[in-house]
């Protein structure tokens, strides 16, 4: 079974959440409508989670591969980049181009917005979203200590994809920026775009830094600069682009353990969930979240609710469940 960070969080705030999310809206070509529904369904970003992916698309494809050409784009010209797929992106939603035939996620102006699904006045949160990527953008520019590090870096990779079989389970992740050296250890540096910066990341990042050293295809494409190092070894920086600070990590090997057992438990727990998983076996076999303020904002809420169209229509109605996993 596949695992990541994110099916993690999501399988903890809930597990019909993430069966939604991983099992059901596998693709837009499902045949069965509320398959269909929620691929679509799972499209759905709010406007603070896209305005830090703006900001995170401006960094990774345009100021850090302009470094590395000698060309570093100026902070004006990565305004205007943000704003061109600010606007244009933000158009793809109005339109709601995103449940359309034939449109397809790699679509460079693809976006679905929850505010816009749930017909909410978003003119203020656009407002703040865009007011926000301007200051995360400003900050990064002004971050020296990052900057610093790129001139003696050997290789500056962003959003590089990591995989790694930790015993049968596979492992994915994808830091947002790798920076390798020829002769010190390499640094993962993860940028976050949030109001208040106080959540520790150490766990995310302690995977990181247990994929770059499990990679077996990055080892040997970067055999200088990776060879001989373990997880502790590896520094770990989190950019907070909002409030223009950066938290360094320092891992144990206590972290790493962690991280494991933290890997093994919740993928045997995710396994559990659907062991039963037959021709009869539905969402409603699935678990769902004890807290009820999760449902709020939830993208599958429409059908997920008790009593939907979608409940009537599927089988196995009897059978919903409170979580027994927690």
């Known amino acids: 079974m596949r695992w990541s960070f994110s099916q993690y969080l999501i399988f903890r705030e809930c597990p019909r959440k993430w069966y939604f ?42 100021i ?25 992106q933000l158009a793809f939603a109005k339109e709601r181009k995103w449940r359309k035939g034939g449109v397809k996620k790699s679509d460079i102006n693809y976006l679905a917005l929850w505010e816009l699904e749930k017909g909410l006045d978003i ?20 971050m020296q200590e990052i900057w610093d590090l790129f001139p003696s870096a050997s290789q500056l990779i962003p959003q590089q994809l990591i995989t790694f079989y930790l015993q049968d389970i596979y492992v994915v992740c994808q830091p947002d920026l790798i920076i390798l050296f020829e002769n010190r250890e ?14 520790d990341y150490r766990r995310q990042l302690a995977l990181y830094a247990l994929a770059l050293t499990q990679s077996g295809k990055l080892k ?27 938290h360094d990590y320092a891992l144990l090997d206590s972290d790493i353990i962690e991280i494991k057992d933290l890997i093994y438990t919740s993928n045997r727990k995710m396994k559990l969930t659907i062991a039963d998983e037959e021709d009869d076996f539905s969402y409603l076999d699935v678990p769902i979240t004890e807290f009820v303020a999760n449902c709020q904002k939830c993208q599958f809420q429409s059908i997920c609710q008790e009593n939907s169209s979608w409940e009537h229509k599927t089988r196995c109605q009897q059978s919903k469940q409170i979580s027994f996993l927690y």
Do not use: C
């Open 186 to 199: 390499p640094i993962i540096v993860d940028w976050k775009v949030h109001k208040f910066g106080v959540k």
């Open 21 to 62: 999310a991983y099992k059901m809206g596998y693709g837009s070509s499902a045949k069965e409508p509320i398959r269909k529904e929620a691929f679509y369904l799972k499209q759905l970003k709010m406007i603070d989670a896209w305005r830090g992916i703006i900001a995170d698309k401006v960094i990774s494809e345009k």
């Open 64 to 88: 850090i591969p302009s470094f590395v050409k000698n060309s570093t784009i100026s902070l004006d010209e990565s305004m205007s980049e943000a704003k061109t797929i600010f606007d244009d």
């Open 220 to 246: 040997r494409k970067y055999p200088v600069e990776l060879t001989g190092y373990q997880p502790a070894d590896i520094r770990l920086s989190e950019v907070q682009l909002l409030t223009n600070s950066v």
């Open 123 to 142: 003119r203020e949160p656009l407002e703040t979203a865009w007011s926000e990527i301007e200051i995360a953008l400003t900050n990064f520019y002004q």
